[in-house]
T-cell receptor
Framework: QKEVEQDPGPLSVPEGAIVSLNCTYS??????FMWYRQYSRKGPELLMY????GNKEDGRFTAQVDKSSKYISLFIRDSQPSDSATYLC????????????FGTGTQLKVEL | KAGVTQTPRYLIKTRGQQVTLSCSPI?????VSWYQQTPGQGLQFLFE???????NKGNFPGRFSGRQFSNSRSEMNVSTLELGDSALYLC???????????????FGPGTRLTVT
């Protein structure tokens, strides 16, 4: 079983929809949680970075961390065709420095 | 501020050869991490360098090695290439020290390596 599980999709939604992307993890020692967006043939782009439990909002994006359930989410409001990409969750230990453990990524398509 | 740059962007090599990939981090960033991305395994951590020292290591064979220079630029080397080494190799940079947000990692565009 992988340390971080993520539904690979593909997930297809109409423009303007609210998108919910999720990851579960097994290692309770993870403290830092990130969401990356990756377009085809590009490197991952950091979207959200959160520490421990709680919510963080940035524009149309909201990241949610529930450490008691070992569950993290990314919500995208008013989704746009330009949001079509693969979304990767990643996490690291408190003292793990930069060793990120990634989910497999969820492919999202926002249709006109 | 310029982003993370990686060279070359594309490489084709033959089994048994060796390859060196280069990464220049964001100015001021002292940590460079390397990852391998494949369709089957996703993104996997190779190693991290901070102040010219390897600080973390993933579960890859010794054929994969790296180093970091005093200007924080980093190289990774793969010796005796195998077909399974075909992948997108990504490097990421971060400040690496000093506060909980110093570990935000920013990725380069990657080097796509094909082994034939």
């Amino acid at each position: 079983q992988k340390e971080v599980e993520q539904d690979p999709g593909p997930l297809s939604v109409p423009e303007g929809a609210i998108v919910s992307l999720n990851c579960t993890y097994s290692n309770s020692a993870f403290q830092y949680f990130m969401w990356y967006r990756q377009y085809s043939r590009k490197g991952p782009e950091l979207l959200m970075y959160t520490y421990s439990s709680g919510n963080k909002e940035d524009g149309r994006f909201t990241a949610q961390v529930d450490k008691s359930s070992k569950y993290i989410s990314l919500f995208i409001r008013d989704s746009q065709p330009s949001d079509s990409a693969t979304y990767l969750c990643a996490m690291s230990l408190m003292r793990g420095g930069n060793k990120l453990t990634f989910g497999t990524g969820t492919q999202l398509k926002v249709e006109l | 501020k310029a982003g993370v740059t990686q060279t070359p962007r594309y490489l084709i090599k033959t089994r048994g050869q060796q390859v060196t990939l280069s990464c220049s981090p964001i100015s001021g960033h002292r940590s460079v991490s390397w990852y391998q991305q494949t369709p089957g395994q996703g993104l996997q951590f190779l190693f991290e360098y901070f102040s010219e020292t390897q600080r973390n290591k993933g579960n890859f064979p010794g054929r994969f090695s790296g180093r970091q220079f005093s200007n924080s630029r980093s190289e990774m080397n793969v010796s005796t290439l195998e077909l399974g080494d075909s992948a997108l190799y990504l490097c990421a940079s971060s400040l690496g020290q000093g506060g909980r947000f110093s570990y935000e990692q920013y990725f380069g565009p990657g080097t796509r390596l094909t082994v034939t």
